[in-house]
């Protein structure tokens, strides 16, 4: 079964300082890897998404996120953060569940606050 | 960009109405989804749809109900509502497989009074 790990449930930085927020996963097969990103009474936006191509990878808005099988981890930085990046993190693994079904499972997210 | 809409932002009910939720796709999605949103618990299945007419039940369907009648338009019911079914529902949708990544609408959050 697979499950998803999110290691802080607030994150707290400064602007211009980096973001980093950790995840880990579980899977029993090759997954695909997510992290998708809540700003308050909205819906989820795509921010990337690891496929099993390159392990580096690029999302919007300068966020980038490490794909590192050795140590199960999907762990989502981004170098200087913006009053804007204030939002809720999840990090999600679609993983096959038999036939020709998928299943996501979420982790319960992290909150990124951002100071002045 | 795909859209995925959700017909209501909000929606305050009454305990036992019968409540429909609508979601609609614009990109020919085969694979859509309802999910509930509750602090703490993050996201939840409650059921998807892999094609019209079908469904299958996700990790908590009790309460709950769906129809997919066309290929755009996936709804779910709550047959009689109650009070713990307040919460924050996403409709998403999926084209292919699991590398597409899903596109979620805005959510609908209903408060049962």
């Known amino acids: 079964a697979q499950s998803v790990t999110q290691l802080d449930s607030h994150v707290s930085v400064s602007e211009g300082t980096p973001v980093l927020l950790r995840c880990n996963y579980s899977s029993s097969y090759s997954p695909s890897l997510f992290w998708y990103v809540q700003h308050p009474n909205k819906g989820l936006q795509l921010l990337l998404k690891y496929t099993s191509a390159a392990t580096l990878v690029k999302g919007i808005n300068g966020f980038e996120a490490e794909f590192k099988k050795s140590e199960t981890s999907f762990h989502l930085t981004k170098p200087s953060a913006h009053m804007s990046d204030a939002a809720e993190y999840f990090c999600v693994v679609s993983d096959w569940s038999g036939g020709s079904n998928y299943k996501l499972t979420f982790g319960k997210g992290t909150l990124l606050t951002v100071n002045p | 960009d795909v859209k995925v809409t959700q017909s209501s932002r909000y929606l305050v009910k009454r305990t036992g109405e019968k409540v429909f939720l609508e979601c609609v796709q614009d990109?020919?999605?085969?694979?859509m989804f309802w999910y509930r949103q509750d602090p703490g618990l993050g996201l939840r299945l409650i059921y998807f749809?892999?094609?019209?007419?079908?469904?299958e039940k996700g990790d908590i369907p009790e309460g709950y109900s769906v129809s997919r009648e066309k290929k755009e338009r996936f709804s779910l019911i709550l047959e009689s509502a109650s009070t713990n079914q307040t919460s924050m529902y996403l409709c998403a949708s999926r084209g292919g497989t699991a590398s597409y990544g899903y596109t979620f609408g805005s959510g609908t959050r209903l408060t049962v009074v």
């Open positions: 990109m020919d999605h085969e694979n």
């Open positions: 749809s892999y094609d019209v007419k079908m469904k």
